[in-house]
């Protein structure tokens, strides 16, 4: 069973949302998201993209949590991040998120890379190197607006999920459905991350898999195994590139 430490993850994550020079910032549900990955800078207009930097608004995150597995010094951590330019992704976005103790002490970070669309991404992963260390929030660190990139929503693609089924397990959960692409390309190794929420809302368990190839316009199968989480959680299910 999983130790979590959601709530005071979200206070704490948010306060540092606004210290200078970090951009720190969560998918809830299997909801739409924004744009193509496949629109880079190099295939927006300058003199557009130049007029309309100033309309970008920052990211923000929704939500953290992280959980120690219990008899492991092994952490999970998710985080959900918003994106709320409806015209505007981030085509190559680095995430940092560090896992801060009690005196301020980082204990261990962890990267994404990520093509950020507009709406939520959830960033799913692990801590390692933390031993006996205990997490006292999670500082997140991420793009500013003036990396967006132009890209308007009614020329863009999105994804949607349905046919979830949660199989609930002694050890684990499988999340599992259907993610259904409405890009014009192909996607390989598309990543879908799970989070379950508790009566509370908060995030108390989290894992990610992947779909080795979405084809455009087409669908693809999804599983994925969430270990030692508690029984009867509402589960959300987001996709990344």
């Given at each position: 069973m999983k130790k979590t430490f959601a709530a005071p993850l979200l206070a704490m994550t948010?306060?540092?949302?606004?210290?200078?020079?970090?951009?720190?910032?969560?998918?809830?549900?299997?909801?739409p998201v924004g744009q193509d990955p496949s629109v880079t800078e190099e295939t927006v207009d300058e003199a557009t993209q130049d007029d309309a930097v100033g309309d970008v608004q920052p990211l923000s995150v929704v939500q953290t949590a992280a959980g120690i597995y219990e008899g492991d010094?092994?952490?999970?951590?998710?985080?959900?991040?918003?994106?709320?330019?409806?015209?505007?992704?981030?085509?190559d976005a680095t995430f940092t998120i560090e896992a801060v103790g009690a005196d301020g002490t980082i204990l261990d970070s962890d990267s994404h890379w990520e093509v950020l669309l507009s709406g939520q991404t959830a960033l799913v992963g692990s801590f390692l190197d933390i031993g006996?260390?205990?997490?006292?929030?999670?500082?997140?660190?991420?793009?500013?607006?003036?990396?967006a990139v132009y890209s308007a929503a009614a020329e863009t693609g999105f994804v949607t999920f349905d046919g979830l089924e949660v199989v609930e397990d002694e050890w684990y959960v499988t999340v599992s459905g259907n993610v259904t692409s409405e890009f014009v390309e192909d996607h390989?190794?598309?990543?879908?991350?799970?989070?379950?929420?508790?009566?509370?809302?908060?995030i108390v368990a989290a894992e990610y898999g992947y779909v080795d190839r979405l084809p455009a316009g087409g669908?693809?199968?999804?599983?994925?195994?969430?270990?030692?989480?508690?029984?009867?959680?509402?589960?959300?299910?987001?996709?990344s590139y």
């Open positions: 948010l306060a540092a949302f606004g210290l200078a020079g970090c951009a720190t910032y969560d998918t809830t549900g299997a909801r010094d092994w952490y999970w951590y998710a985080v959900v991040i918003e994106n709320p330019n409806a015209d505007y992704i981030f085509p006996s260390e205990q997490i006292d929030h999670l500082d997140v660190i991420g793009p500013e607006p003036s990396e390989e190794f598309v990543e879908v991350a799970v989070v379950g929420r508790d009566s509370s809302g908060d669908s693809a199968r999804f599983s994925v195994d969430v270990w030692d989480a508690p029984a009867g959680l509402e589960y959300e299910v987001f996709a």
